[in-house]
């Protein structure tokens, strides 16, 4: 069974940064694809960034472009989402997914398989 859990959500300043996490239990995606994604209250969930690691791949949402990096961490088992610069529009929950699909990162919610939890990212003006 495949467990991904989020962390590192919270309250933030515009302008500033934070890190979340994605611990992936019961088999690694180190070779596959995961994605962040997030969703504002009344909005559709929407995706932020993609990476495959088995095509070498990496895709951002334009809104995202140049402020938010996936990694990972392979001993660890976790992916991670730096985000900075960050400003309101960036509020939403934010989830991470993984697909055991190989090619470029989808940024369909359908397409991945596995979900965490989600955390709460709130960025006051």
């Known amino acids: 069974q495949v467990q991904l859990v989020e962390s590192g959500g919270g309250l933030v300043q515009a302008g500033g940064s934070l890190r979340l996490s994605c611990a992936a239990s019961?088999?690694?995606?180190?070779?596959?694809?995961m994605g962040w994604f997030r969703q504002a209250p009344g909005k559709e969930r929407e995706f932020v960034v993609g990476?495959?690691?088995?095509?070498?791949?990496?895709y951002s949402a334009d809104s995202v472009k140049g402020r938010f990096t996936i990694s990972r961490d392979n001993t660890k088992n976790t992916v991670y989402l730096q985000m900075n610069s960050l400003n309101p529009e960036d509020t939403a929950v934010y989830y991470c997914a993984g697909s055991f699909t190989t090619g470029s990162p989808s940024t369909v919610p359908g397409e991945y398989p596995y979900w965490g939890q989600g955390t709460q990212v709130t960025v006051s003006s």
């Open positions: 019961g088999r690694t995606f180190s070779s596959y694809t």
């Open positions: 990476k495959s690691w088995s095509a070498g791949r990496t």
